[in-house]
């Protein structure tokens, strides 16, 4: 038995949380896959696994030896992207996540500079406005928008986002203008819950940052969305700029407190520790960071 090979396996069920996916993924038969885990839970002489014809659920010993093949095979990776970068030529694959507006914005285009240098680089890219775990869910590289809390992974910031606080003229003219943050508490806000911000927004007042509490009906992990609802007289947003900017030039929606408004969160680039060596994701992140800082 290929040790590696059914470690690798191994993983990719769980990752699926299937045989059947796994086997899809690795262009395998369904039999070689259920074949490779038996077998390397014979070779252990545990059982990795509980199986059922609905569900697939990790024993005690499955978790542990799953943590410790990701050490492993990302080794294994990381020796061998080693081996191809000494002849100049990247390779290997890189699995990255993002908030959908920023990978759209952003880091779509980069990625395809990216591919265009190194073709032999695989990327699978997942934009979506959640945070993804990236050692449970393998992945190489986030984009986290915002202050992050304490954790085991590297981050590196790369840029600013600049806010703007605006709302229709409609919404203004029914409900008034705010002339200070304290008075967002008597309007209805449209709150974003992508950012760590959410509800309690960053004003500077007095030469002193304040968070001023804020609150609304709608709550949504989808910026446009909330720029449309602004813009059809539902409420105030605080958004990145580059959603609300032509809104405001054209007049459809006001900003408001613009002396007051901090209006910038950080963007980040975050990855795990055992990843520093591999030389395709340094490469992708110098260049994102050569083309935005």
Known sequence: MDKLRA?????????????????????LANSAVSRYVTELEQCLNVKLLYRTTRSLTLTEEG?????????ILDRVEQLENLAVFSQQELRGTLRVTAPSFWGSFVLKPLMVEFMCSHPQVKIHSL?????????????DLAVR??????SGLIARQVSMIKLKLAASPEYLQEYGIPLSPEELKDHQCLIDTIPDYQNKWA????????????????HSNDPELLRDMALSG???????????????????LVELLADKALGEIPVNLVFPPNKQMNPAL???IDMIIDRIE
């Open 127 to 139: 934009f979506l406005n959640r945070k993804v775990s990236l050692v449970e869910e393998g992945y």
């Open 7 to 27: 470690m690798g396996i191994f993983r990719e069920v769980i990752r699926k949380n299937s045989f059947s996916k796994a086997a899809e993924s690795l262009q």
């Open 63 to 71: 978790r542990l030896y799953l943590e410790k093949i990701d050490e």
């Open 282 to 284: 340094r490469a992708f």
């Open 203 to 218: 004003f500077s007042e007095s030469g002193r940052n304040i968070m001023v509490p804020v609150e609304g009906q709608i």
């Open 234 to 252: 539902l409420g105030i947003v605080y958004l990145p700029e580059f959603f609300v900017k032509p809104a405001i030039n054209s007049g459809k």
């Open 145 to 150: 928008i915002g202050n992050l809390p304490s």
